[in-house]
């Protein structure tokens, strides 16, 4: 019986030869079951005329080289990855093999980076020859409520109801993404009632709001970190020293008392103290401007030097207002460590691709909301084996606590390696945690089923917009693309999770893993295999049905480096080696300087 996602407000192609294998599967069809249809229903027998269901397994080598210690090339890094093989069984049966027990695999699988695309969409829309322009990026097929009928670049994205839509249907007929930068004109669109709903309230909007009975706040939880970013491979920042005394030199109280909303609070650790182990360890280092100074000089800067303030000018639930916190660390940093920080804004894609490439060479300003509440959502991603270059070199005491602590099957056992992982983070300091945010969302008070996300994916196929066919949502900014697998930006993220759907979801206004496009996914005792049986009924937007294939080949493409369709916007694919510890035969280290 088909489903949508449960309401609860509770907060807690090409087919390269050397890379895939066919392995034929007799006695099923490639015509899927109806949703009607019993499910003791026996298969239907293929007609003579339709090939039997050929089943794909990856990779072609039998599994992927897990605990692999050197390179095996040198086109080629280490694998670090916890993936050792994904196999489609039968037209409804995915097997997901690691490498070592994943405790948080369903949280993981239900982030929309993992929403599953047709497998002649993707064989279609990406050029293995092409490196920039992928048709991908730009148009979505996927199996949600809504589809997209345009993107306005500059303007708006719009997407029509799926009337073919397997759960229960969007609520109205069309659902308009528009965005601004500043939360003041987001408020006017707003009160003026040419939008439904907006992101980030203000700080100083919150009473505005609560007071005018034509809208509804909505508070959303801090599950988030804002921090000020190093990276150890520019001078001086490849000091620990230098690290450390500027960990001491900015008042991360005064920022927070000065300039975030209520509900905030200063960060202790990197994640959240609501999320399991996440402020195992020592607590941060208080504010010593005068040791900070000291330890700078003993650094060998007794005078200073001078540097950069690299950030986007984009608003988000862990910095509501960039431009006057960077002006207040820029002070703070002359104030107190004569550290002469310049400046210097990008536009919020090319930032994030900086970002992720390590090419922000100063310090940088940036943050991370919850996809999932695990602690490996936080310290993984940004500091574990398959991280992003963000902060320079890894640290070996860093990654193998963390490798540790993920590989742990509840969170008593898992404890010891979070202590020893926030410690280290402690000492190395690749960034200095500043604040866990608090935000609101806003919406007209007609608006039935109206919520805040703690995850900051609200799901508008629930919500009704008085007696409006449309429901116009105004966020922070336009996203980069519209390819999720390839994607990190917020903005983009919660257009895609209104048209793509993954294995799993997460509940509406909550944080629980529940069945999607799967019907379960059961572990072994281990934690190491996971079988998930898919849903039957359900078709992509341009009407294909989908199947165990489609699954595989979508992890695939963002699991193999080498992999012709490991392509996207930039090609970064930051989620799936940052959850799952690295790529499939990843590329060799960039070369110094």
């Known amino acids: 019986m088909s489903r949508s996602r449960r309401w609860s407000p509770r907060l807690a192609v090409l087919a390269a030869s050397a890379a895939i294998v066919f392995a034929a599967c007799g006695g099923s069809t490639a015509t899927t079951t109806p949703s009607t249809a019993p499910e003791s229903s026996a298969p239907t027998t293929a007609p003579e005329s339709m090939a039997p269901y050929e089943a794909m397994v990856y990779p072609a080598s039998g599994e992927a080289p897990c605990g692999q210690t050197d390179a095996p090339d040198a086109n080629h890094s280490a694998y670090t990855g916890n993936f ?22 369903l949280s993981k699988i239900a982030f929309t980076s993992f929403a599953i695309n047709d497998t002649a969409w993707l064989e279609s829309k990406i050029d293995p020859a092409g490196t920039t322009n992928q048709a991908i990026v730009n148009e979505v097929n996927g199996t949600g409520p809504y589809k997209l009928e345009a993107w306005n670049r500059g303007s708006d994205v719009t997407m029509a109801r799926n009337d073919a839509y397997w759960g229960n249907q969007a609520k109205t007929e069309k659902l308009i993404f528009r965005w601004s930068t500043e939360a003041a004109q987001r408020l006017v669109e707003l009160q003026s009632g040419t939008v439904d709903g907006i992101d980030n309230v203000g700080p100083t909007d919150f009473p505005t709001v609560e007071g005018d009975a034509a809208l509804a706040l909505k508070p959303r939880a801090g599950l988030n970190i804002f921090y000020v970013g190093m990276n150890n491979t520019y001078a001086p920042f ?46 941060w280092y208080e ?28 608003v988000r639930s862990y910095l509501p207002d960039p431009n006057v916190v960077a002006q207040d660390i820029q002070a703070q940093l002359k104030a107190n460590l004569n550290i002469t920080a310049d400046i210097e804004v990008q536009e919020s894609g090319t930032f994030l691709d900086n970002a992720d490439a390590g090419k922000l060479e100063g310090i940088h300003l940036l943050g991370w909301g919850a996809d999932y509440p695990d602690v490996t959502n936080f310290l993984d991603f940004h500091f574990g084996s398959g991280s992003s270059l963000q902060f320079g070199d890894k640290w070996d005491d860093i990654t193998s606590a963390l490798a540790a602590g993920g590989a742990g ?31 609101a969302v806003a919406y007209r008070a007609d608006v039935t089923d109206a919520h805040s996300s703690p995850l900051g994916n609200e799901y508008f196929a629930v919500m009704t917009p008085g007696d409006r066919s449309q429901f116009v949502w105004m966020q922070n900014a336009e996203p980069p693309g519209l390819y999720c697998a390839d994607e990190s930006d917020g903005e983009a993220l919660r257009v895609c999770e209104q048209m793509t759907e993954s294995l799993y979801s997460y509940e509406v206004a909550g944080t629980a893993a529940e069945p999607a496009l799967a019907e379960k996914c059961e572990p072994n005792t281990e934690l190491t295999v996971w079988t998930c049986t898919l849903r039957s009924g359900v078709t992509f937007h341009d009407g294909a049905a989908l199947d165990a294939n489609d699954v595989v080949l979508t992890y695939a493409v963002q699991w193999d480096a080498d992999h012709p369709l490991h392509k996207g916007r930039d090609g970064s694919f930051t989620y799936f080696p940052g959850l799952f510890s690295g790529f499939l035969n990843p590329p060799p280290p960039a070369p110094e300087g």
Request: net charge negative; charged share 20%; glycine share 6%.
């Open 84 to 105: 050792k093989k994904i196999s489609a069984t039968d037209e409804k049966t995915v097997v997901f093999e690691l490498c070592n027990p994943d405790v948080a695999f």
């Open 238 to 283: 490849d000091n620990d020293m230098v690290r450390q005394a500027i960990a001491m030199g900015i008042d991360r109280q005064r920022l927070v008392d000065n300039f975030y909303p209520p509900g905030s609070e200063v960060a202790t650790h990197f994640t959240p103290c609501a999320i399991p182990n996440g402020c195992a360890g020592d607590a």
């Open 287 to 314: 504010f010593d401007a005068a040791a900070a100074k000291q330890m700078l000089a003993d650094a060998g800067f007794p005078d200073g030097f001078t540097t950069k303030i690299q950030y986007r000018d984009v």
């Open 409 to 439: 099957t509840d969170d008593a056992a898992r404890e010891p390696s979070y202590v020893t992982a926030n410690n280290a983070i402690k000492t190395h300091v690749p960034m200095i945690p500043i604040a866990h945010g608090g935000s």
